[in-house]
């Protein structure tokens, strides 16, 4: 390709709107440009790199035995009637009628319409096991759609489905695609993990995420140093505490804390370790009649750790609150407890409520809590000679760095992440809802079990430049980059030199396969660089005049701070050792 023929735009500044890295970059390089909030044209720079990752899903996905097909972007209402997603997917969920004032739905993904298609075409465990997938548009309204391709509302998925005849048989199916991830991943070339995960409201057991590594991700990856122990900070186990409860060593006394209202002021004002104080949070859960209707609510207390942050993800998970959680109202808490947050306990309680502590707080002794009365705390606090036991004892928090890992093999350390792929294994969730049924071995009809994997591949660029970018611009991978292999000539429309062996090498580089560029606009050579360490472009071959005249050329990587003399009849074999073509 050559630059003139191509669409190269690049800006200086970045919109006021774009606040990650790889939203300014990808807009300043010229990939993407934004038409309305979290929607995006992909610019045809942009687009190079979108299809370069395609094609490596693409390939992998056909290697391990997924057949590719689409499935329609507007989908019936009434398939998402049956499983329940259509009322209970919220308001990401974008809902239409058309003409006829007929439901439809703006897929977010597609296992209501797969399902459908496996009831209609296989009908026999002869038939099994089939995984179809496919590369197609989704949208989810976003609240607060933002870091430009990281949160949009409209971007590209690549979605897959497998269908198995027992849950055997369905994992198996699951370990090969959770392997295929893996090839995809390295053939990025980024630096990724692969971490267990909370299946959330897909459903599912088992399940992990692909996330990539930079330090501006919005996830916390929990993983230990000393071992494959890997999880997302939602599925992140704390081990339990060792050794006993200790023997009560204070005595029960009501101390004054004027306007100290959190367990960090408290722990201050007091002189004593934050990890000596327990937090309260107060949830409720409703009990609802036939019409939606609230018939009763119970109040929960949960007592955390001073130093520790509720994980809802696991709260969620909890006997009684199970059934879906929410935080408790003001009047709630005051009708409970007597006063208002900051100062609220587990002692002298206005009426009963739900105690569940966590591990931890569990085996603490002399602990500090709030008096349920303004502007005081209880310190000396003691489980069995102070209140009873409580009601659950149970994982309540999130994990920190230094925790012991639940293997046992070390302590634990969290980096950040940005989720970039998603495996699940389903089994009967959607072919029990959708009555999606074949005839077994048995001749008896039996649900399918299922897996369901995703990846993002409008989102996966955004990530790479997230992990690969400095002050100039982007440093693309070699998988992905819109170009490999970018040649500058300077002076090209003043040198016939110049142009020659540019020409040649051009020339040469296509023929061995190697997706090149010649930057032909004639732009001077500050801009002309200035353009392609934005855009990211990792190899680049610089000719000049000078250089040609001791038989030279320039080669620089991206990541260089320098560039090398080469000899010009030796450059297209550096680059194609380089790039292994």
């Given at each position: 390709m050559k630059a003139s023929q191509f669409f190269v735009s690049t800006l200086k500044e970045a919109p006021a709107d774009a606040e990650v890295v790889s939203h300014k970059l990808m807009t300043r390089a010229g990939l993407i440009k934004k038409l309305g909030a979290g929607i995006y044209t992909y610019m045809p720079m942009g687009l190079r790199v979108i299809r370069k990752v395609e094609a490596i899903v693409r390939e992998e996905m056909n290697r391990a035995g997924a057949?590719?097909?689409?499935?329609?972007?507007?989908?019936p209402g009434e398939?998402?009637?049956?499983?329940?997603?259509?009322?209970?997917?919220?308001p990401e969920l974008l809902r239409i009628r058309d003409r006829h004032g007929r439901d439809f739905v703006v897929q977010p993904t597609s296992e209501e319409v797969i399902t459908d298609i496996a009831r209609q075409e296989l009908r026999s465990y002869k038939q099994l096991p089939r995984n179809f997938y496919q590369i197609q548009t989704k949208f989810r309204d976003e609240r607060r759609p933002r870091f430009g391709?990281?949160?949009?509302?409209?971007?590209?998925?690549?979605?897959?489905?497998?269908f198995d005849r027992n849950p055997e048989a369905a994992k198996a199916s699951y370990q090969v695609m959770a392997q295929a991830y893996r090839r995809i991943f390295d053939r990025f070339g980024l630096t990724y993990r692969a971490v267990a995960a909370d299946s959330g409201a897909i459903g599912g057991d088992l399940s992990e995420e692909f996330q990539v590594i930079a330090a501006t991700g919005e996830d916390a990856i929990v993983y230990c140093p000393a071992s494959d122990y890997a999880a997302n900070m939602e599925k992140a186990e704390s081990a339990p505490p060792t050794g006993p409860r200790p023997a009560p060593a204070q005595a029960q006394t009501l101390t004054p804390t004027p306007g100290k209202a959190t367990c960090a002021d408290v722990a201050a004002l007091l002189g004593v370790p934050l990890a000596s104080t327990v937090k309260s949070l107060v949830l409720a859960t409703d009990t609802l009649d036939e019409d939606g209707n609230v018939t009763a609510s119970q109040v929960w207390l949960l007592l955390l750790r001073g130093d520790h942050d509720m994980n809802e993800v696991k709260v969620s998970k909890l006997p009684g609150l199970d059934v879906g959680f929410r935080f408790a109202t003001l009047a709630e808490i005051q009708s409970h407890f007597g006063t208002e947050p900051g100062y609220l306990g587990p002692l002298g309680l206005l009426q009963p409520v739900k105690v569940v502590a966590d591990r931890e707080v569990a085996v603490m002794a002399d602990w500090i809590c709030g008096a349920n009365r303004k502007d005081y705390h209880i310190t000396g606090v003691n489980w069995g000679r102070d209140l009873p036991e409580p009601?659950?004892?149970?994982?309540?928090?999130?994990?920190?760095?230094?925790?012991?890992?639940p293997d046992g093999k070390g302590a634990l350390a969290i980096e950040r992440g940005i989720e970039v792929g998603h495996v699940f294994y389903l089994g009967t969730k959607y072919s029990k809802a959708m009555n999606a049924t074949f005839l077994a071995e048995d001749g008896k009809p039996a649900f399918f079990e299922m897996g369901c994997y995703g990846i993002g591949i409008t989102r996966l660029p955004a990530a790479a430049i997230e992990q690969n970018h400095d002050e100039r611009g982007i440093i693309w991978p070699d998988a992905i980059a819109p170009f490999t292999v970018v040649i500058?000539?300077?002076?090209?429309?003043?040198?016939?030199?110049?142009?020659?062996?540019?020409g040649q090498l051009y020339a040469e580089l296509l023929a061995a396969g190697v997706d090149v560029?010649?930057?032909?606009?004639?732009?001077?050579?500050?801009?002309?660089?200035?353009?392609?360490?934005l855009?990211?472009?990792?190899?680049?071959?610089?000719?000049?005049?000078?250089?040609?005249?001791?038989?030279?050329v320039e080669y620089q990587h991206r990541r260089d701070s320098a560039a090398t003399a080469v000899d010009v009849s030796q450059m297209a074999d550096l680059l194609r050792s380089k790039l292994a073509v």
């Open positions: 057949v590719e097909c689409t499935m329609p972007v507007v989908q398939l998402w009637q049956e499983t329940g997603r259509f009322e209970k997917m919220g391709l990281m949160r949009g509302r409209e971007f590209t998925m690549k979605d897959a489905y497998s009601d659950l004892v149970a994982d309540l928090r999130n994990v920190v760095a230094g925790d012991p890992s500058c000539p300077i002076g090209m429309d003043r040198s016939e030199a110049v142009k020659a062996a540019a560029i010649l930057d032909d606009r004639g732009e001077r050579p500050g801009a002309m660089f200035a353009d392609w360490e855009i990211g472009v990792p190899h680049r071959v610089t000719i000049g005049d000078k250089g040609l005249k001791d038989g030279k």
